[in-house]
């Protein structure tokens, strides 16, 4: 029995139909109760803000919480003998920093909303937005299928090639290739400086993020090695 072996990689294309909002909580305060303090009002707050503008409990997730000394340089006033200002790490207080995820159904009206409820806050999070597949598994099933048909074509091309005819594929090893791909929208921003100023030059009116936010397609691949049977 002759076989042949053939490698193909895959590829299914999609436009993302999800949102991945990553928001970033630093605040430093003096003293440990002060920050333990801050973290719970913060973090309670923006939650409310969350499920207020229709954010569903299942949707968002704590990616991190910490509360952790900071410390600053302070100039002594002295030099060491290479005439080289000498410096001493004092306590400046208490950083409390939090991660919290979203992720949404792909929409650019309700992104809209919630990044101008985000810029007028006195106090505002770090935001970056991404866009994913939301099923991806589906997608990766699609790609694998792709690597298939490519593995067939190409085995009955060499076979033909040689007189011969392909029968049935014996064998198919997979190729892990590469982690699931998510793409990034030039994403991290200060939400009040990037929203404030669209919001002044439109005078508060309708902002059109399908001009604005325009991703492209996502594109899944993985790759497989056939074992065919010919004669």
């Not at 968002?60 to 900071?70: A, C, M, P, R, V």
């Not at 106090?123 to 937005?129: A, G, N």
């Not at 007189?163 to 793409?183: A, F, W």
Request: with cysteine; hydrophobic share 35%.
């Amino acid at each position: 029995m002759s076989v042949l072996k053939v490698k193909a990689n895959g590829t299914y294309k999609q436009m993302p139909d999800q949102m991945i909002l990553n928001f970033s909580f630093n605040y430093l305060e003096s003293s440990y109760e002060d920050s333990v303090k801050l973290s719970s009002i913060k973090g309670g707050d923006f939650i409310d803000f969350l499920l207020n503008n229709g954010i569903k409990k299942e949707e968002y997730h704590t990616l991190g919480f910490h509360i952790e000394e900071s410390y600053k340089n302070v100039d002594t006033g002295k030099v060491d003998e290479f005439n080289r200002k000498v410096t001493k790490r004092e306590l400046e207080g208490y950083r409390f920093t939090q991660n919290i995820e979203v992720k949404i159904d792909f929409n650019l009206d309700l992104l809209r909303d919630l990044m101008l409820d985000i810029s007028r806050m006195s106090s505002y999070p770090r935001l970056s937005l991404n866009f994913a597949i939301k099923d991806m598994e589906n997608a990766k099933t699609l790609a694998l299928k792709d690597a298939f048909e490519k593995c067939k074509g190409k085995a009955k091309i060499l076979a033909n090639v040689s007189g011969k005819k392909i029968n049935d594929c014996l064998e198919i090893n997979y190729h892990v290739d590469s982690d699931y791909p998510v793409y990034e929208c030039n994403s991290v921003m200060k939400a009040r400086n990037s929203l404030e100023t669209m919001e002044n030059s439109m005078n508060n009116d309708f902002i059109d993020y399908n001009k604005i936010i325009n991703p492209s397609e996502i594109s899944v691949s993985d790759t497989i090695i056939t074992i065919w049977e010919i004669n």
